[in-house]
């Protein structure tokens, strides 16, 4: 596993648990509204952590921990993945997946397998090929977009606790998309609004929704 971040205890990224979160590094989107680019761009790419240093923490604090998040980056562009989750699971932790849905095989095998406890897996616009291309960076091609939309339909169907959630970014999204998007996902959505103060393409001018506008979807 190639681990570029590593939070040793969070209150708020997997509700109700105290858990350590996990920051792989490398993603397979572009998305240029991106907070996190030093997980995303080669050139970016800064220290990272070996499997063992994670491992020896979470051994030596499991007492005081419930879980642990694992995101990215994209998670599941790395193949050994499932065995690094089973060496988490054998200290007695729950797992929490972020994802962005291109790896419905890699999800498939995961949930199969009881090796998460719950999924977050992010929206990036409304499901329309044209717009997540743009979305995305203009990376996907259809094939990866049906990808995305099997991985929605195992998550859906999995059983387990999941979430999906998008970033919503003015420029890039509308207010009627929002409301789109809400309607199609009803529970287990949530909305988070686009802060400006990092990202992966400076040379786009993006904005979050103002308070007012917030309103119009928070009824």
């Not at 993945?81 to 095989?105: A, C, M, V």
């Not at 897996?121 to 995305?148: C, F, P, Q, S, W």
Request: hydrophobic share 35%.
């Amino acid at each position: 596993m190639k681990i570029a971040g590593f939070k040793k205890q969070s209150l708020i990224d997997y509700p109700g648990h105290i858990s350590s979160v996990i920051f792989t590094q490398g993603c397979n989107f572009r998305c240029g509204f991106c907070h996190n680019p030093d997980l995303v761009l080669h050139e970016k790419f800064g220290h990272t952590y070996s499997e063992e240093e994670i491992l020896i923490y979470l051994k030596k604090y499991e007492k005081m921990l419930d879980a642990v998040c694992i995101t990215g980056g994209e998670p599941t562009i790395h193949k050994d993945l499932p065995l690094f989750i089973q060496r988490i699971i054998n200290l007695g932790l729950k797992i929490k997946l972020d994802s962005n849905g291109t790896n419905p095989e890699m999800l498939k095998l995961l949930i199969s397998n009881n090796l998460i406890d719950f999924i977050a897996m992010d929206i990036k616009h409304i499901l329309d090929l044209d717009k997540y291309k743009k979305a995305t960076g203009n990376v996907i091609n259809r094939k990866i977009y049906e990808k995305i939309l099997t991985s929605i339909d195992l998550i859906k169907s999995s059983g387990i606790e999941h979430e999906f959630r998008t970033t919503v970014v003015k420029g890039l999204h509308t207010v009627e998309d929002i409301l789109m998007l809400k309607n199609s996902f009803k529970k287990n959505y949530k909305i988070q609004n686009f802060n400006p103060e990092v990202v992966l393409d400076p040379e786009v001018k993006y904005e979050p929704f103002t308070k007012s506008e917030q309103k119009i979807w928070s009824r």
